[in-house]
């Protein structure tokens, strides 16, 4: 407006238009230098008009540069009024040609309007000026512009006399319109804001301001009137004057008192309302300071943190954020003291109990009163929920990564599929069962994991899965199959599972590959199938026996041997069927039943004695093995193996009876003929030429040494078919080598070679006439082998768990090479051994056989020239311990022992007295008639085979006399009851030599007991 | 002292060699019987001090002639003492066992046959 109204002024000057100067016929005209100012005013404040203007340094420079020429104008004008001279200026654009008007030079600003002007410049320039309160200067000069204005309006209305100001009523308009102009130029100052505001003050003031200034204008101006045109004096006039004005200031101040008042009400309730809602609010509501302390809370806070107001009030705040968010905290509190806002920002605070809740704040500063309105919400269950939520997704990713890494894992292939068929999902096995990389796999329908001609019957599978969607075996006939990429195909076993995913179902399967199984299976049945011929076909009967002794196998020629078909013995007890009874009739006992003895115990049993019945009540001698089987360290069954041994028995009987009878046909004439060379050679048939003498002695010499070779065959020959049993007990190692040292003494002495012994006084489990026979047989050659005057020597001595027998001869020794070939038959040094030394050559084959079957160990170590020894080992035996002696055996029983061998004699006799018995000891049957009768023993220990009066004699006579007849007999023999041509009814208990203690005095007892 | 010796064998020259061996040796009378039937009559007449029976004979064997003697009263006393080439251990129980008084292995030393039965007859 101020550039249209220059413009219109100018204009009007240039062309000389007075309506454009004054807009007003008589009216004061606006000057040309005032109407130039105007325009370049309007220019600089259309340029400032807003802050933007600042970055446009062009509009700044426009602006700036119109404003000084505005202020320059002022002031030269000015200068011109003080000093008095005219600086050309007045008419520098436009001659004033009418003249002066008033009392100031033509053409020249008026004094008032040139001081306004430089308020105008200078508010121009001083636009963006402000102090640190806010106070701009240009504001301040708007006002002086606007009194300015006022003054001349003043003037022109009342004419004033004294102070002409001399301004056109355009001017004073143009003035005020620059004026309000300066104000808007920046509506953030504070007069701006005043009278621009929504504030109470802003409404008043925009309400009172223009009447207070209109309306004692007008009333001055009615008054000013009204004298002049002589309608009051200057009393009435004044008085009147001030009761208009009384009457309507006091209106205004009425109305606008009763506005007030309704806006204070409305701000009241306002404030009511937002203290109630400060109050009620769940979220903590605060006005805090920039220096940090509280100032202001709602109780939602004491609820929160537990703390009283006063209590938060009394420290700063940041005493109650947690540690971890002081630091962010504190740069927040910054940015909102520089004015910033704060959206959204989070920390923890305190309570009371030392906890600390999460906070969510929104704030803004009020810088003016160095305050910060913030409003925190308690977000901890929410970040309590958030942070259980990244639990439990961080749980569900780990469950799904161990999800992936099992199916990934998974020994058998695993695929799911959508109700469509196509595949969704594969682990590693799938891809390499099938030969298919797994994006080929995917959205691959499944039926092309299976063969053509198998796809069609898939489909109505796995539609007739989802009628009845459950966890089950895939069934496909006879076996399913999987295809690979190449074509091949390939046994699997698949299982079904539905799985619910998103609303629909799929179905995972599980593709196991059985081709090993199938080819083990097959494996198995082919085993099977051998083993059914191998039983079949057997020549042996094979039953299995299960642990309650029940058969569950037989295969066919146990049933044949048995006269029965498998049938029958399958199921059936083996024992009842087919072995109840014994060779002799007696019944066989279960308990006694070999194969089921080894049922409980678990040991293998072989028995060559025994008979199995047929089913026609027939028997067959039979030799069996009870083999158990074991699982799991239990026995789980037997397996019996039998055969029909008849013939092997008749074989066998046929060739006991050829040795027998041959060794009775040759001993025969040799028994003449040795007999006969004997009584020959010995003189006493006659003397007879050296020379037939010297023929005689061969003829003995090679007869005796025929019927050794004949002794020794028969001997090795029975040994190795098992005919000589061994009767293991315990022996005592220096008796055993006393008797054989005695035996071979003759010899020794014949031969001029010293025997010695040096046994240590151990025992071994051995049986004494086989150890006897080695120990001969070895001192033998021994003897043999030594030169004229040289040592024997037999030791024995402890190692281990065994006895080591040693026989050292200073004899000439066995070369290496021949060492291990002397214990074979015939085997001898030297070939003329058996000549020169009467050696048959199976003396050391025959040992080695004992010592075998004792589980020992013989060999020989030699030097050539200076000896040989020969050891063998004997398994260690306890000597039998005897029980406590009693310190006396005065009152015991008195046992009469009858023994002709001197030995077992006094062995029985020291057996007894150990265990408390008196004894009373004979050597023939005569004399145990005798002390039996004198003496009464309690018992009497009669040995069988004695010379004169024997045992069953003896017995017989002492069954006949009245003093002896009720005294218990115990026979003590070689021999066994079943043995005995005799009947065994007048003795009251039988013991087979040798004795063992624990029997004999258990029999004693027993029969002492029965007594 | 001299004893009467009844020899039961069956073969001849044993019976012999056995004969010459007692009377040479002991100068003991010798009695002989070629069976075991011969050996009983012989027994029962002329009551030995002792005889020696061979075992395996023809008709009646060794045990089947002991029981015959064992059987009548006037030869049960009558110390028998086996003459047998059988001479397995278990052969000896057995024969021991039929009430011998010993057991004299085949073939015998001529020269200790009638030491052996002395010391088996408990002369000695």
């Known amino acids: ?1011 | 002292m001299s004893k009467r010796i009844l020899i039961i064998d069956d073969e001849d020259d044993i019976r012999e060699v056995a004969q010459l061996s007692l009377e040479a040796i002991r100068n003991w009378q010798v009695l002989t019987a070629r069976s075991g039937r011969e050996g009983l009559r012989c027994a029962g007449a002329e009551r030995p001090d002792a005889i020696l029976l061979d075992v395996m004979m023809p008709d009646m064997d060794g045990p089947a002639t002991l029981q015959q003697l064992r059987a009548n009263p006037a030869t049960q006393s009558i110390p028998v003492i086996f003459l047998t080439a059988k001479v397995q251990s278990a052969d000896r129980r057995r024969f021991a066992n039929l009430g011998v008084q010993a057991v004299i292995s085949k073939p015998f030393d001529p020269l200790r046959l009638a030491e052996q039965v002395s010391v088996a007859l408990g002369w000695e």
């Open chain 1, 1 to 1011: 407006m101020s550039v249209v109204v220059g413009l219109l002024v100018f204009t009007g000057w240039v062309l000389d238009v007075p309506l454009l100067k004054s807009f007003v016929p008589g009216l004061t005209a606006m000057k040309a230098n005032t109407a130039l100012a105007f325009i370049l005013a309007g220019v600089s404040l259309g340029m400032s008009q807003c802050e933007d203007a600042e970055r446009d340094p062009v509009r700044r420079f426009v602006a700036l540069v119109c404003a000084s020429v505005v202020t320059a104008m002022g002031l030269l004008t000015l200068g011109e009024y003080v000093l008095g001279k005219d600086f050309g200026i007045d008419q520098l654009f436009v001659r004033d040609w009418r003249g002066s008007s008033g009392p100031f030079p033509p053409g020249r600003i008026p004094p008032i309007a040139s001081l306004n002007l430089v308020a105008v410049g200078t508010g121009l320039l001083l636009l963006d000026v402000k102090s640190k309160k806010d106070r701009r200067p240009t504001e301040f000069l708007a006002l002086l512009v606007g009194l300015g204005g006022l003054l001349g309006l003043l003037d022109m209305s009342y004419d004033f006399k004294v102070l002409y100001t001399g301004m056109a009523p355009n001017g004073i308009l143009t003035f005020w319109v620059l004026a309000v102009g300066l104000l808007g130029a920046r509506p953030q100052g504070r007069l701006a804001k005043l009278l621009s505001g929504e504030g109470v003050g802003a409404v008043t003031t925009r309400r009172l301001l223009p009447a207070s200034i209109v309306i004692p204008l007008f009333l001055g101006w009615l008054r000013a009137q009204g004298q002049r045109m002589g309608l009051f004096g200057t009393e009435f006039g004044t008085g009147l004057m001030v009761l208009v004005n009384i009457v309507i200031l006091a209106a205004m101040v009425l109305v606008t008192a009763q506005s007030l008042d309704k806006t204070d009400v409305e701000r009241r309730r306002a404030e009511a309302e937002l203290q109630r809602f400060f109050t009620l609010s769940l979220d903590m509501l605060c006005i805090m300071g920039f220096d940090g302390y509280f100032k202001r809370l709602n109780p939602a806070w004491e609820h929160t943190l537990g703390f009283t107001a006063e209590e938060l009030r009394a420290g700063p705040f940041l005493n109650l954020v947690h540690p971890d968010d002081r630091e962010a905290t504190a740069a927040e509190l910054k940015r909102l003291s520089a004015g910033l806002e704060t959206i959204r920002f989070e920390n923890r605070c305190r309570t009371k109990d030392g906890s600390y809740r999460w906070l969510l704040w929104n704030a803004a500063p009020y810088r003016g009163q160095r305050l910060i309105y913030a409003v925190a919400h308690d977000i901890t269950e929410r970040k309590r929920t958030e942070a259980e939520q990244v639990r439990l997704l961080q749980k569900t990713e780990a469950a799904e990564a161990k999800f992936r890494s099992l199916l990934e894992l998974a020994p058998d292939g695993i695929l799911i599929a959508n109700p469509a068929g196509n595949i969704v999902l594969v682990n590693r096995k799938v891809e390499e069962l099938f030969g298919y990389r797994r994006e080929e796999l995917l959205g691959m329908a499944e039926e092309m994991l299976i063969p053509g001609r198998l796809r069609k019957g898939h489909t109505e599978v796995r539609l007739g899965y989802y009628a009845h969607p459950e966890t089950r075996a895939m069934h496909g006939a006879p076996d399913l199959l999987g295809r690979r990429k190449d074509g091949s195909e390939f046994p699997v076993e698949i299982s079904l599972s539905p799985v619910q995913s998103e609303g629909e179902i799929l179905v995972m399967a599980v593709v196991h590959d059985i081709t090993e199984r199938k080819r083990a299976e097959d494996s198995l049945h082919e085993l099977r199938r051998q083993n059914e011929l191998i039983l079949n076909s057997a020549g042996e009967g094979i039953c299995r026996l299960a642990p309650d002794g029940r058969c569950t196998f037989a295969n066919p020629t146990a049933a044949r041997l048995v006269g029965r078909e498998v049938d029958e013995l399958v199921g059936g007890d083996l024992h009842a069927i087919a072995h109840h009874t014994r060779p002799d009739g007696s019944p066989y006992a279960e308990v006694d039943c070999p194969a089921l003895l080894a049922l409980k115990d678990g040991k293998a049993r072989c028995v060559s004695d025994e008979v199995f019945w047929r089913k026609d009540g027939s028997s067959f001698p039979a030799e069996y093995i009870c083999t158990p089987i074991r699982e799991n360290n239990q026995v789980a069954g037997v397996v019996v193996t039998f055969r029909d041994i008849t013939e092997r028995r008749s074989v066998e009987q046929m060739k006991d009876e050829f040795i027998s009878v041959v060794g009775h046909e040759l001993r025969t004439p040799l028994t003449s003929i040795r007999g006969a060379l004997g009584l020959l050679a010995s003189g006493h048939l006659g003397e007879l030429p050296a020379k037939s003498q010297r023929m005689l002695e061969v003829a003995v010499t090679n007869t005796d040494r025929l019927v050794r070779l004949i002794n020794d065959v028969l001997d090795i020959e029975r040994m190795e078919s098992g005919k000589v049993s061994l009767t293991k007990q315990p022996c005592n190692v220096p008796d055993l080598v006393e008797q054989a040292v005695e035996v071979m003494r003759p010899l020794a002495e014949r031969a001029n070679v010293v025997l010695s012994a040096s046994p240590e006084p151990v025992w071994v489990e051995a049986d004494p006439d086989g150890i006897l026979q080695t120990l001969t047989n070895l001192l033998s050659n021994a003897i043999k082998f030594s030169p004229s005057g040289g040592t024997v020597s037999v030791a024995a001595q402890r190692q281990g768990n065994e006895v080591l027998f040693q026989i050292k001869d200073q004899g000439r020794g066995i070369p290496p090479e021949k060492i291990e070939r002397i214990f074979g038959r015939f085997q001898q040094v030297d070939a003329s051994d058996s000549r020169q030394r009467g050696g048959t050559g199976l003396g050391l084959a025959i040992c080695r056989s004992i010592v075998q079957r004792h589980r020992g160990r013989i060999w020989a170590e030699s030097q050539v020239g200076v000896g040989s020894t020969f050891f063998f080992t004997l398994p260690i035996g306890q000597e039998p311990q005897p029980e406590a002696p009693e310190s006396h055996n005065a009152g015991k029983p008195l046992v009469l022992v009858c023994d002709d061998d001197p030995s077992d004699r006094r062995t029985v006799q020291e057996l007894l007295e150990r265990r408390g018995y008196r004894v009373a000891a004979v050597a023939s049957g005569e004399e145990a008639i005798e002390q039996a009768t004198a003496q009464k023993p309690a018992i009497i220990v009669l040995d069988l085979m004695m010379p004169g009066m024997n045992g069953w004699e003896t017995t017989a006579a002492l069954k006949e006399r009245e003093e002896t007849r009720n005294i218990p007999i115990v026979i003590s023999s070689l021999l066994s009851p079943e043995e005995s041509s005799q009947s065994p009814a007048h003795v009251t208990a039988w013991l087979r030599k040798p004795l063992e203690e624990g029997s004999l005095t258990q029999v004693l007892e027993m029969a002492l007991h029965e007594q």
